[in-house]
C-alpha cells in the first residue's frame, strides 16, 4: 500500500479521504489555498502545503502547483476527490507523467464519458439502453428542430458537456423550441466553454436510479446496487437513499448489468457511477430505463452505499489503485438495510438559495445518531476552520442515517436534523427537514416527486434556537 498520497481537494471530501487513509497506515499531504490557511483539512491531515491564492483557478485547479506539492512531499498518489480536478483527463496524464499514481480511473476511461453526446454513442454501441433523442454532430438550429418534431414534446435540451443541472432546457411546446435551444446553448458555452446540445425525451414521472460499480486494474468490475436521487430541485439532488423504494430484483440485476457492461467499455478501474433515468409512471420494470451519464469518480452521495453495503469505497480506491484485485465478488455482494443522506449547505433557501458566507457562532451535527460527513469543525486557532468562505461551494457537510428499513432510516434523519444547529450563517437544515415530513415522501415511493417550494414554508419561520438548559426548541413564530 502507499505510504503518503496528497489530497487534491478540501472540505468534507478531503477530510473523508484522509480518514480511510488513517485507518489504512497511509499519511496524507493536504494543499490549501489563502483562504483554506486555517480550514479542517489542513489540521487533519499529516502534512499541508499551500499551494495559492483563494480563487480555485488559482489553486485547487492548478495542475502545477498541485504536482509541485506531491513531489516535494515524497506522495505516490493524488486522490482527486470529486469537483476540481477529478474529472480532467489532463490532470491524470499530468500526475503519471510525473511519476505518480491518480487514485481513480484513466484518462481515456474519463475522455470517453466526458462528453453525454459521445458517451451516449458508446454506450448505444455496446448494448446499453439511452434516452431515445439526438446526440450526433450537426447543430443547425432547423435541423434540431426537426429531431425534436421526430423524438416527439416534451423533449428536454442539454449541453453535451453540462453537469449540475447546468444547460438544460425543458421543451413543451415546437413554438418554444428556438428559444429554449439558444438559451441552452449559451448557458453551455458560458459555464463550460461549449455550446454543443444533444436533444432527448423527455421523461415524464422520471425518476433518477444510479449504480455504483467499481472496477479493478485486472478487468473485473462489480456494482455495488443503486442509489434513488429522484427528490431534486431544478436538477440537482436534494435527498439521496439507498436502495431505491420499489426496486425489484429483476430490474437490480438488469440495471447493475448495463452499468457493468457501462464500465468494461471503457476499461474502467476505480469508482464510478452509471446514472440512469428511470419511468416512474408505475411498478418499475427492466425495460423503463435509460442511460444518462457516466460519472468517472467518487460521488457527493457515495455514503449511503457504504452504509448498506459495508464498503469503504475510499478504502477501495486505494487498495485498487495500488494494483490489488477487487476484495469482493457480485455474489458476495449484498444488502444490508437502509440508508439517507442529505446534504447541509450554508445557503438561504427564503431568498434564492444564495450562498450564506461567514464565522459559524454555533455548529452542533447529530453525531450521537448519525454519521456526519463534514469539511468544518472545531479544530483551527480561534476555530477558524468554522468558517464559510466565499470562494468555494458552500457545502457545511453531510449527514448520513441507516436503519434496518426505509422507516428507520428516515425516522433517524428526521431527529438528525432537529439535532443539527447552526447559527452565524443561513443553512438549509429546515429545507431538508421539509420533505421528510411529506406524507408522499414518508410513505410512498418518491415517485414523481420534485420538491415543493411550499413544503419550507411553516418552519421557515420557526427556525431552531438552543435555550438556556442547552435543549434545542423551536423559536416561537
Ligand atoms: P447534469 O449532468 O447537469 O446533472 P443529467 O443529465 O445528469 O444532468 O440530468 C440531471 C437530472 O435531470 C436528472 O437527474 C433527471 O432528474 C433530469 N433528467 C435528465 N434527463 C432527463 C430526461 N430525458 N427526462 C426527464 N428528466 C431528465
Not at 15 to 23: E, G, H, L, V, Y
Not at 351 to 378: C, H, Q, W
Not at 433 to 461: G, I, N
Request: proline share 5%.
Amino acid at each position: 500500500m502507499f505510504k503518503k498520497i496528497l489530497i487534491a481537494n478540501r472540505g468534507e471530501i478531503a477530510c473523508r479521504i484522509m480518514r480511510s487513509a488513517r485507518d489504512m497506515g497511509v499519511a496524507s499531504v493536504a494543499v490549501y489555498s489563502d483562504a483554506d490557511r486555517d480550514a479542517l483539512h489542513v489540521h487533519e491531515a499529516d502534512e499541508a502545503v499551500h499551494i495559492g491564492a483563494s480563487s480555485a483557478l488559482e489553486s485547487y485547479l492548478k495542475i502545477e502547483n498541485i504536482i509541485e506539492a506531491a513531489k516535494s512531499t515524497g506522495a505516490e498518489a493524488i486522490h482527486p476527490g470529486y469537483g476540481f480536478l477529478s474529472e480532467n483527463p489532463n490532470f491524470v496524464e499530468a500526475v503519471e507523467a510525473a511519476g505518480m499514481v491518480f487514485i481513480g480511473p484513466s484518462a481515456d476511461a474519463i475522455r470517453a464519458m466526458g462528453l453525454k453526446d459521445a458517451a451516449k454513442k458508446l454506450m448505444e454501441d455496446f448494448g446499453v439502453p439511452v434516452v431515445p433523442g439526438y446526440h450526433g454532430s450537426n447543430q443547425d438550429a432547423e435541423f434540431l428542430a426537426k429531431e425534436a418534431e421526430k423524438i416527439g414534446y416534451p423533449v428536454l435540451i442539454k449541453a453535451r458537456a453540462g453537469g449540475g443541472g447546468k444547460g438544460m432546457r425543458l421543451v413543451e411546446r415546437p413554438a418554444d423550441f428556438a428559444s429554449a435551444l439558444e438559451g441552452a446553448a449559451r448557458e453551455g458555452q458560458a459555464s463550460f466553454g461549449d455550446g454543443h446540445v444533444l436533444i432527448e425525451k423527455f421523461i415524464s414521472s422520471p425518476r433518477h436510479i444510479e449504480i455504483q460499480v467499481f472496477g479493478d486494474s485486472h478487468g473485473n468490475v462489480v456494482h455495488m446496487f443503486e442509489r434513488d436521487c429522484s427528490l431534486q430541485r431544478r436538477h440537482q439532488k436534494v435527498i439521496e437513499e439507498a436502495p431505491a423504494p420499489g426496486m425489484n430484483e429483476k430490474m437490480r440485476s438488469a440495471m447493475g448489468e448495463a452499468a457493468v457492461k457501462a464500465a468494461k467499455a471503457v476499461d474502467y478501474c476505480g469508482a464510478g457511477t452509471v446514472e440512469f433515468i428511470v419511468d416512474g409512471g408505475g411498478d418499475l420494470r427492466p425495460d423503463g430505463f435509460w442511460f444518462m451519464e457516466m460519472n468517472t469518480r467518487l460521488q457527493v452521495e457515495h455514503p449511503v452505499t457504504e452504509m448498506i453495503t459495508g464498503f469503504d469505497l475510499v478504502a477501495l480506491q486505494l487498495r485498487v489503485a495500488d494494483g490489488e484485485k477487487l476484495p469482493v465478488a457480485q455474489n458476495e455482494l449484498s444488502i444490508n438495510g437502509w440508508a439517507f443522506e442529505t446534504r447541509i449547505y450554508a445557503e438561504d433557501p427564503a431568498n434564492g438559495f444564495l450562498p450564506s458566507v461567514g464565522d459559524l457562532t454555533n455548529f452542533v451535527m447529530p453525531e450521537k445518531i448519525a454519521r456526519v460527513d463534514a469539511g468544518i469543525g472545531y479544530g483551527g486557532s480561534n476555530n477558524s476552520s468554522l468558517t464559510i468562505s466565499p470562494h468555494y461551494d458552500p457545502m457545511i457537510g453531510k449527514i448520513i442515517t441507516h436503519g434496518k428499513n426505509r422507516d428507520e432510516a428516515l425516522a433517524k434523519m428526521r431527529a438528525a436534523l432537529d439535532e443539527t444547529y447552526i447559527s452565524g450563517v443561513r443553512t438549509n437544515v429546515a429545507f431538508l427537514s421539509a420533505p421528510c415530513r411529506q406524507p408522499v415522501f414518508e410513505k410512498s415511493s418518491p415517485r414523481q416527486l420534485r420538491y415543493q417550494d411550499q413544503w419550507l414554508r411553516p418552519r421557515q419561520s420557526a427556525p431552531l434556537i438552543h435555550d438556556q438548559s442547552g435543549r434545542y426548541q423551536r423559536h416561537p413564530a
